[in-house]
């Protein structure tokens, strides 16, 4: 059964719970990523939310987010990189854990474990970045061990966007060269024609807002532009540059908390809302 909501009403707020799925799990841990997501489970009940009068796959340019939306990584290379870099570059040991990671930037998580192990303000401006390259040279010297996985029904919704006409590019947390190298891992750059990253936007509406502005740079000034993520910060960051966005349940937050944050669709995977597109059709 495809449930499908519509409208400004209440919430719905009786699902049907199925084993294994996002809102069985366990709450989110704070120092859990992307990196180590669980795997969904392989048999659910598809699950959509659309707002009346949005047309999801008509948008003039889309922005993809990488980890929990477009990929799930299963190693550790690009979450290790962080205190391994600090540790390089500085001599501090510092960790991730208490960090809020999901929906982050790499330059916002990075900042925060210098603060959490007390390293000078000052002494870790001056060294940032530095060990921001660290970073990117760590995750592209082991690029070749990384386990990238797409999610569910990623390269037919890229196909069946890029088919319709749509501008395709990602909107990441992730630094340039580490989110490049997971999306050239998984098998899905040429889908891609230009992308926004964390490298100089910590906070990650702004990113999106310089990403939106490039997507019109490139689509025309009056572009539709609809942000594609996984956590609540993907739908507030989307919502603050007054941009329509569709949730997937792929990563740590279930569908239900998805849809408290009002995106203009909600959707338990791609596959499944682009199976639903195809039942319409």
């Known amino acids: 059964m495809i449930v499908k909501f519509v409208g400004q009403g209440p919430l719905p707020c009786a699902f049907p719970v199925w084993p294994g799925s996002e809102d069985a799990r366990d709450p989110p841990q704070r120092a859990a990523t992307s990196d180590q997501m669980p795997a969904t489970s392989s048999t659910h009940e598809p699950r959509i939310a659309i707002e009346p009068g949005f047309v999801w796959d008509r948008q003039d340019a889309y922005l993809f987010d990488i980890d929990g939306t477009l990929v799930r990584s299963r190693d550790r290379i690009h979450i290790d ?7 390089r570059v500085m001599g501090f ?22 603060r959490q192990a007390r390293i000078p303000a000052e002494e870790f401006e001056s060294r940032s970045e530095a060990i921001l390259e660290a970073m990117r040279a760590t995750v592209a010297e082991r690029r070749n061990e990384m386990v990238v996985e797409r999610m569910p029904g990623v390269e037919d919704a890229l196909r069946h966007l890029a088919r319709r006409g ?3 590019g990602v909107a990441t947390g992730n630094l340039e060269v580490i989110g490049w190298i997971k999306i050239e891992q998984a098998g899905l750059r040429e889908w ?24 019109r740079e490139l ?36 569908f239900d908390e998805l849809l408290e944050h009002r995106p203009e669709v909600c959707a338990t995977s791609l596959a499944d809302l682009l199976a639903l597109t195809r039942e319409e059709a």
Not at 81 to 87: A, D, G, N
Not at 101 to 111: E, K, V
């Open 81 to 87: 990189s962080f205190t391994s870099s600090v540790q």
């Open 93 to 114: 040991e510092v960790t991730l854990a208490g960090i809020l990671l999901a929906g982050s930037t790499d330059t916002a998580i990075l900042r925060e474990a210098c």
């Open 166 to 168: 749509a501008l395709l």
């Open 192 to 215: 891609f024609r230009f992308g926004g990253f964390s490298d100089r936007f910590p906070v990650r509406s702004e990113l999106i807002g310089r990403a939106a502005q490039k997507a």
């Open 219 to 254: 689509a025309g000034r009056g572009a539709s532009v609809c942000v594609v993520g996984d956590t609540p910060r993907d739908i507030d960051a989307a919502h603050a540059n007054s941009l329509a966005v569709i949730a997937v349940a792929t990563g740590r937050f279930g």
